[in-house]
């Protein structure tokens, strides 16, 4: 059988839209890309991206 592979465009997407850093936890609790330097700043700047969006929200609503 063979192995599926998802692109990396795709597994930044799904980080993006589901949470950034779930996704940089399970980078590196399953060690995928950890030696890829675009895929680490990529998801770091995903997490970045989430934590500023979701403190101006909160901070607009309340």
């Known amino acids: ?3 599926i592979m998802i692109g990396e465009s795709t597994l930044l997407g799904l980080s993006l839209i589901s949470g950034a850093a779930g996704g940089l936890a399970g ?3 399953f060690r995928h890309k950890i030696r890829k330097k675009k895929h680490f ?3 770091f700047f995903c997490t970045l991206a989430q934590v500023v969006i979701s403190q101006t929200l909160f901070f607009t609503i309340f």
């Open 41 to 43: 700043f990529s998801s």
């Open 1 to 3: 059988m063979k192995d």
């Open 27 to 29: 980078m590196y609790l």
